[in-house]
């Protein structure tokens, strides 16, 4: 198994460019997740899906936008990006909620300028 | 999601046992705990997590006190690659979705 997969591992953006942040997970896992950390601060949930066609936000939801059409693929769409938005974005993926650790990718890291 | 403290950094020597508190006062019945860890600037990696029991694993041992208010992260034998951010979770039973706090910042020194 590979795990979670991320790319692009580092991106610089102009602001107001768009991008797709992908991530992939083979462990069949229902639940997946997006965090992004600033520094020197833990990660916060950006938005998170508890199966194919269902996603809901998290606690930074706003700038971005979800889908999850097959349970392996979970892409992160930032539209119109701001400095703001300069961060380590991680995905994750559990089997399920309780009782069940999640497994994360190695990141993409993002700079907006 | 039970809110968390834990203390912000802690230095151990390598090779002793590494205790990490942690307080979840406000955990209801099915909430787990669950610990997690940062090393540099990777992925978190999962650690350990349990209910009501003590839980052990290669890399670590989980104490939770009786009333499930607290919980200790014991690292048995710490190395230098123990170094790390070190966080204690109770995440919501029904999304799992995760709450960082500021974590526990562990030095290992030779």
């Known amino acids: 198994n590979a795990g979670v997969t991320q790319t692009p591992k580092f991106r610089i953006l102009k602001i107001g460019q768009s991008m797709t942040l992908q991530c992939t997970q083979d462990m069949n896992h229902n639940y997946m997740y997006w965090y992004r950390q600033d520094p020197g601060m833990g990660l916060k949930l950006i938005y998170y899906s508890v199966g194919a066609g269902i996603t809901d936000k998290g606690e930074v939801p706003n700038g971005y936008n979800v889908s999850r059409s097959t349970t392996e693929d979970f892409p992160l769409r930032l539209e119109l990006a701001a400095p703001s938005q300069t961060s380590v974005y991680f995905c994750?993926?559990?089997?399920?909620?309780?009782?069940?650790?999640?497994?994360f990718g190695p990141g993409t890291r993002l700079t907006v300028t | 999601d039970a809110k968390t403290t834990q203390p912000t950094s802690m230095d151990c020597a390598e090779g002793r046992a590494a205790n990490l508190p942690c307080n979840h006062s406000t955990i209801s019945g099915n909430e787990y705990v669950y610990w997690y860890r940062q090393i540099h600037s990777q992925g978190p990696q999962y650690i350990i997590h349990g209910l009501k029991n003590n839980e052990t694993n290669e890399m670590a041992s989980l104490i939770i006190t009786e009333d499930r208010k607290s919980s200790t992260l014991i690292l048995p034998h710490a190395t230098l690659r123990d170094t790390a951010v070190y966080y204690c979770?109770?995440?919501?039973?029904?999304?799992?979705?995760?709450?960082f706090g500021q974590g526990t910042t562990l030095q290992v020194k030779p």
């Open positions: 979770i109770a995440p919501s039973g029904n999304t799992g979705k995760l709450i």
């Open positions: 994750a993926s559990s089997y399920e909620a309780g009782g069940y650790e999640q497994y």
